[in-house]
């Protein structure tokens, strides 16, 4: 078992490497992981969501009742924020219909369980991160849906009835499954909760391989251009994170938390959703992709950055 926690440490501690290393062998050298099928990625989502749940506690959502603002900032900030950065980004730069969708899509979901790992290296406010993460995750089947529709109902048709149902099947029950599991035979989870990091780098490696090895070409084929604003759209959220928490008058760590939390987005979801709500719109599923590699990479700099000031 201590061999598996090492490993485990390791894919850990070098996730974003890791990540960064699976995307490029698929982009440039796709037949590599090819095997690996897109109708894969809900089942491997729903892996990254139970042991999310196995690492919720109870006491994770007394923090609404007893630090409510700072939750409803976070709620807030989270689901206007970067949705409206997404879509300027998108109109600004002039993306075609289906890469706005996935970029307003990556916008739209709420922040991914990465940010709580980032927000403790970055020493920052460690329960309002996973505070924020679980009450805007058990939103988004509400949220992600209708602002999705909003933002591009007269680009593009938006079935909100299946985006819900995806986040429920894809998010919500795995979460609850894991939350009560969890509840319920603790002694036990938590041996399992140790060598969750290296299952989640995993299932998310073969996430980013399955889309980007299928769509390498398209993704070659769309120039920097993407690139560009799936970079700036994760960067402004950062600065725009940080920014309010200034304003807010809110204390470093809870600044960094909310900066994080922000800025990083559960980019996993938003491809699997592209892939059942825009069946007809391919490309809607590599903003996701390319997002699930550039926010590993800017995340664990960030949290360096971050880490240099209390």
């Known amino acids: 078992m201590k061999t598996l926690e090492k490993v485990s440490g390791f894919f850990g501690k070098y996730m974003a490497i890791i990540v960064l290393v699976i995307a490029a062998l698929s982009l440039f050298v796709p037949k590599s992981t090819l095997w690996i099928q897109t109708s894969?990625?809900?089942?491997l989502l729903m892996v990254v969501m139970f042991g999310m749940g196995l690492t919720l506690k109870l006491e994770d959502f007394k923090l609404v009742f007893t630090r409510p603002k700072d939750i409803i900032i976070g709620c807030l900030a989270q689901f206007t924020i970067m949705p409206l950065l997404a879509f300027g980004l998108g109109?600004?730069?002039?993306?075609?219909?289906?890469?706005?969708?996935?970029?307003?899509?990556?916008g739209t979901c709420p922040g991914g369980t990465s940010s709580n790992v980032i927000t403790y290296l970055s020493k920052g406010d460690v329960a309002l991160s996973v505070g924020m993460t679980s009450v805007n995750t058990l939103l988004a089947p509400f949220l992600t849906p209708a602002i999705t529709y909003l933002l591009l109902r007269t680009s593009v048709e938006v079935n909100i009835l299946s985006m819900f149902l995806s986040i429920v099947k894809v998010v919500i029950i795995p979460i609850a499954l894991g939350f009560i599991i969890n509840k319920f035979f603790g002694t036990y989870t938590q041996a399992a909760v140790k060598v969750l990091p290296m299952i989640s780098v995993i299932?998310?490696?073969?996430?980013?391989a399955a889309v980007v090895s299928h769509n390498a070409e398209k993704i070659l084929t769309t120039g920097a251009i993407v690139f560009v604003v799936v970079i700036l759209h994760n960067l402004l959220g950062y600065a725009c994170g940080f920014g309010l928490g200034k304003l807010l008058k809110m204390n470093n760590p809870k600044t960094k938390a909310l900066s994080v939390e922000i800025g990083m987005q559960n980019s996993g979801l938003a491809t699997s959703l592209a892939g059942?709500?825009?069946?007809?719109?391919?490309?809607?599923?590599?903003p996701g992709?390319?997002?699930?590699?550039?926010?590993?990479?800017?995340?664990?700099?960030?949290?360096?950055?971050?880490?240099?000031?209390?």
């Not at 894969?40 to 089942?43: Q, S």
């Open 203 to 208: 299932a998310i490696c073969m996430i980013v």
């Open 289 to 310: 992709a390319i997002f699930s590699v550039w926010h590993n990479i800017s995340g664990a700099i960030l949290a360096n950055i971050y880490n240099r000031f209390e």
């Open 276 to 286: 059942s709500a825009f069946p007809d719109l391919a490309m809607a599923t590599v």
């Open 40 to 43: 894969w990625v809900n089942y």
């Open 91 to 106: 109109k600004v730069f002039g993306l075609e219909t289906a890469l706005l969708a996935g970029v307003v899509l990556v």
